[in-house]
């Protein structure tokens, strides 16, 4: 079982529906998730980063985390055309220091 | 203005030959990271550095080389010993600032390897 998993999509989702993108992870102590967004040809950016159970609200995006199954998800309302990319979602598994581990990523398509 | 740089943006490297990538922060931050990503494909830790003088080996260490003698900077050697070395390769830095220590990494833009 890989440590952190996203579904590798292609996501289609029509301009200004809600676009959800999931991830599981394994380690069941880890305490610290986070999502990058990743356009073509160039370095992830960070969006959103998650400490605690529930949602984290910023602009059009939310972060969902339930640590019970785990989980994290990334919901993007009135998605746009900008919005396509592919979104990594990243755990600091425990043990592991500060160490980052990357989903492969989840490709999202959002059409006109 | 504060940032991640590396360079070049582009380099080729023929069949046998070490080439270095350059990483470079003014965040002041301790921790630095070396990713390479294959197309389609996730980032893969190669190196990192928690702190000056001292780094450790990621998942994908062997046939690369790292040092890390100034907090801002953290080169990586790609050797002739990594056989397949045709990739983006992604540097980070993560750490304390404005009074407080972030688990969040930021990325430089990134260098295109590719071996011809």
């Known amino acids: 079982q890989k440590e952190v998993e996203q579904n590798s999509g292609p996501l289609s989702v029509p301009e200004g529906a809600i676009a959800s993108l999931n991830c599981t992870y394994s380690?069941?102590?880890?305490?610290?998730f986070f999502w990058y967004r990743q356009y073509s040809g160039k370095s992830p950016e960070l969006i959103m980063f998650?400490?605690?159970?529930g949602d984290k609200e910023d602009g059009r995006f939310t972060a969902q985390l339930n640590k019970a199954s785990q989980y994290v998800s990334l919901l993007i309302r009135d998605s746009q055309p900008s919005d396509s990319a592919t979104y990594l979602c990243?755990?600091?598994?425990?043990?592991?220091?500060?160490?980052?581990?990357f989903g492969t990523g989840t490709q999202l398509k959002v059409e006109l | 203005d504060g940032g991640i740089t590396q360079s070049p943006k582009y380099l080729f490297r023929k069949e046998g030959q070490n080439v270095t990538l350059s990483c470079e922060q003014n965040?002041?931050?301790?921790?630095m990271y070396w990713y390479r990503q294959d197309p389609g494909q996730g980032l893969r830790l190669i190196y990192y550095?928690?702190?000056?003088?001292?780094?450790q080996k990621g998942d994908i260490a062997e046939g690369y080389s790292v040092s890390r003698e100034k907090k801002e900077s953290f080169p990586l050697t790609v050797t002739s010993a990594q056989k397949n070395p045709t990739a983006f390769y992604l540097c980070?830095?993560?750490?304390?600032?404005?009074?407080?220590?972030?688990?969040?990494?930021?990325f430089g833009p990134g260098t295109r390897l590719t071996v011809l």
């Open positions: 990243a755990v600091i598994i425990t043990g592991g220091g500060n160490k980052l581990t």
């Open positions: 380690d069941r102590g880890s305490q610290s």
């Open positions: 998650i400490y605690s159970n």
């Open positions: 965040l002041n931050h301790d921790a």
């Open positions: 550095s928690q702190i000056v003088n001292d780094f």
């Open positions: 980070a830095s993560q750490g304390f600032r404005d009074g407080r220590v972030y688990n969040e990494q930021f």
